[in-house]
């Protein structure tokens, strides 16, 4: 069992920057690909990011056209934890943000592929 808590979220202008971070517990973490995914209202839980395992310590970053040049993921495996960097924000990145672990790590952009999940946290992007 994985446990998922993410952080960081919050209310910010549009062009400003917030950074996530999501705390596992419970396994190994070094193997799992770690994703962050969003859910604005009324519209399904869309894939923002991740950083799939690719085996013998690699990881391969992969990251939705809307979010390319502005978003950056990353993971501190000492730490057990996973971050998203999200620099010139806007108003439609509005969204609840979740914090996903897989440990397949195929079909990286699916929801189904996730095991794990955050309770997510509310990113806000006023214009």
């Known amino acids: 069992q994985v446990q998922l808590v993410e952080s960081g979220g919050g209310l910010v202008q549009a062009g400003g920057s917030l950074r996530l971070s999501c705390a596992a517990s419970g396994r190994t973490f070094t193997s799992y690909t770690m994703a962050w995914f969003r859910q604005a209202p009324a519209k399904e839980r869309e894939f923002v990011a991740t950083l799939q395992w690719k085996g013998s310590g690699a990881y391969y970053s992969y990251y939705t056209d809307s979010v390319k040049g502005r978003f950056t993921i990353s993971r501190d495996n000492a730490k057990n934890s996973v971050n998203l960097q999200m620099n010139s924000l806007k108003p439609e990145d509005t969204a609840v943000y979740y914090c996903?672990?897989?440990?397949?790590?195929?079909?990286?952009?699916?929801?189904?592929?996730?095991?794990?999940w955050g309770q997510g946290t509310q990113v806000t992007v006023s214009s």
């Open positions: 996903a672990a897989s440990l397949l790590g195929q079909n990286y952009y699916s929801v189904q592929a996730y095991e794990y």
